[in-house]
Structure formats: C-alpha cells, structure tokens
C-alpha cells in the first residue's frame, strides 16, 4: 500500500497532467504560437516538459541518495526541442509526456519511506527553496506544483493568443 506521501505526490501528478491536458486541447495547429516574439512556443513548453531525450522520471528519482548527494544541474532556458521532436504532432507530445508522469507515478508507488528521504543537490532549488538539499518528494512536488502549473499557465495564454476559449 501506498503511503500518504506517496498518494499525495501521485495526485499532484494527476492534477498537473490533467491541466496541461486541458490546456493543450484543440491546439494541434497552433503548436508554433507563443504569446509573442521571443516567447517559447506550445510545442517548446512540451519539450521542455520532456526534458532531454531519453530522460525518465524513475531513471533520475534512481539517482537520489542517503549520502554523497549527486549534483542535478536543471536549465530552466533548455527547450530540448529536437528534430525529431520538431516532427511530432500535440497527440505524439502528449502521448511521451504522460509515459514520463506514468513511469514516475509507477516508480513512486514502489518506494518506502526511507526511500522517499533520499536527496540530491539541486543548484536551481536554492534560489527558491532556500536549499539545494532536496528530498524525492521536495522534487517531486515542486516539478508538479510548480514547474507543471507554470508551463500550463503560459498555455493558457498561447490560448487566448490564438484566439481559442479558456480551457475547462
């Protein structure tokens, strides 16, 4: 059985998925649209979601440790838009995206909770945080919370950018 932390993360991630989902909807041919001129793109806010290719949830969550923390340096400006990438319809964007939130909501259904209490450093955490200490679910949460709920916002306004209705 799940913990309470656990259950609570899996949550936050469904909640996230299921905001950027609306978000999305109905934007297949407005992928290229931004907000305005050096503004990212729909299609560079998904990438960024996806960070680098060939990048798991599970796959860095393994990484954290009880000691000799691994240094996690995250980009916030890194779009990871590739060719192949460049190529993928919203449907294809959508379908890798929630693989990377299943593989992490699977991943996170098997910890204990000595394993929840391992960390990394994460250099980008300290400037909101107050820690580059980080924790499984400090992480966990703040990629949901924050990072998801931020990009889902700048989807919002590409939205209204493109003339379509507000999300519901």
Known sequence: MASEIVTELQAKAEAA???VSRQVQGMDRHLEAST????????????????KPGFTPSGLLKTFADR????IDISSSDTFVT??????SLQDLLGAL???????????GGLSEADLARKARIPLFMQFMG?????????????FDFH?????GQLAEIRKAVGLPDAS
């Open 148 to 152: 998801w709920t931020d990009h889902s």
């Open 83 to 88: 060719p192949e990438r460049q190529k993928m």
């Open 36 to 51: 305005g001129p050096g503004e990212w793109t729909a299609r560079e806010i998904l990438c960024h979601l996806l960070f």
């Open 68 to 71: 000799d923390l691994p240094v």
């Open 17 to 19: 998925w299921a905001n």
């Open 98 to 108: 929630d693989a990377q939130r299943q593989d992490l909501v699977d991943y996170l």
């Open 131 to 143: 820690t580059d200490e980080v924790p499984i679910p400090m992480f966990v949460g703040a990629m």
